[in-house]
């Protein structure tokens, strides 16, 4: 990131990035869950608070570290995500959907623990839709001018494929990430494309997850409304 103090282009501005992934309980003990790290969303919040916002920092399930200076809220399902961003969405400039959210979780829960017995075999799991999140930040905009980032992670026509969710969700930019068996998830590095709704494109090399932080950020800056208050 830049020097400390060198770039504090959002300054005045309050940031909400959510990260790490969420996790759908079967019973007491068990979820269903995703590899998300929350590597990116916390590089972003780290980048963010050298650029001088204010950042909350939405965490699902990530075992990484506060970020200086950032107001956490921890949340465990893709439900409890949802309460926390549409709780602090509408005091945002910027609101960023960097955590893998699940797309089902079971529709029940076993407030027991679920038993195997003898001679059996288990019953099927029945799952629902959760929420999409970003499409209903995207839809609502709880304030004129605000931003609305979302990611995305696809294995194959990575353009074309994002291009259309993009759309579908609604939101302003859409970080597309090139995903493989060894990329991305819980890896240092990855490669990404930026796509704009005003059909911009912005390639960003193979590097560092706090490298895309940084040119998120450059691309919300210069989208940004002038700063009211
Ligand atoms: N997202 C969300 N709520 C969901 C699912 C996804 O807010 N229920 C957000 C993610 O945080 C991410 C973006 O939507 O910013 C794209 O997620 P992705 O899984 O790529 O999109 P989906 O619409 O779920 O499409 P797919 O069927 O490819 O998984
Ligand atoms: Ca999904």
């Known amino acids: 990131g830049p020097a400390a103090g060198a770039r504090r282009d959002l300054a005045g501005r309050h940031v909400v990035v959510s990260a790490g992934g969420t996790r759908e309980p079967l019973d ?6 995703n590899r998300s790290s929350g590597k ?13 916002a204010r950042v909350t920092l939405v965490s699902a399930n990530s ?32 609101v960023v959907m960097a955590a893998a959210v ?30 999409d999140i970003l499409a209903e930040l995207s839809a609502e905009r709880a304030r004129p001018g605000q931003l609305v980032v979302g990611f995305a992670a696809e294995t194959d026509d990575v353009v074309p494929n994002g291009r259309a969710k993009l759309a579908r969700k609604g939101c302003d930019l859409l970080v597309v990430n090139e995903v493989g068996e060894h990329k991305t998830f819980g890896a240092e590095e990855n ?13 960003v090399p193979y590097g560092p997850k706090e490298a895309l932080a ?6 919300v800056a210069r989208a940004l409304p002038p700063a009211t208050d």
């Open 191 to 203: 490669e990404a494309v930026v796509l704009g709704a005003d059909g911009s494109e912005t390639p």
């Open 102 to 131: 699940a797309d089902f979780r079971p529709a029940t829960y076993a407030t027991g623990k679920i038993k195997k017995r003898d001679g059996q075999e288990p019953e099927p799991i029945a799952l629902v839709r959760n929420p």
């Open 28 to 33: 007491p003990v068990r979820f269903l869950g």
């Open 40 to 52: 990116q969303g916390y590089a972003l919040a780290r980048a963010a608070v050298a650029r001088g």
């Open 63 to 94: 075992a990484l570290p506060d970020p200086a200076g950032a107001d956490v809220v921890r949340v465990g399902t893709a439900v409890q995500l949802r309460e926390a961003m549409l709780k602090a969405a509408p005091d945002a400039d910027v």
């Open 214 to 219: 940084e040119t998120v950020w450059d691309l």
